[in-house]
């Protein structure tokens, strides 16, 4: 993992700076679709990590959100959000802190 995945777009401590290398993630879908993400940052809400991952192929306006788990340096998980409230108010809270950042 790199320091872009510790911090939100809002920080400025460079993490965000274009020659640091970004890992690619692949997600595979129920249907076998499989899109290649870049992790765009993990934010806090309610006293659970979610990451943002948002496709390589730029072709593509979606973003993703799950919620992080990190098992150790090494090792990570992405599990879906299934409670439609809480979905909402992470999607809620992903908005705001890329509005921050656009100011």
Excluded: Q, S, W
């Amino acid at each position: 993992m790199t320091d872009k995945l510790e911090h939100g777009p809002e920080c400025d401590c460079g993490c965000h700076d274009e020659e640091m290398e970004i890992p690619t993630i692949t997600l595979e879908f129920d249907d076998d679709e499989k899109v290649d993400c870049e992790p765009l940052f993990i934010f806090e809400l309610e006293g659970c990590e979610y990451i943002a991952l948002a496709p390589v192929d730029e072709t593509l306006d979606d973003v993703y959100l799950y919620a992080y788990n990190e098992i150790n340096e090494e090792e990570f998980e992405f599990l879906d959000i299934e409670d439609d409230a809480l979905f909402d108010r992470v999607v809620a809270e992903f908005e705001r802190i890329v509005g921050e950042a656009e100011k």
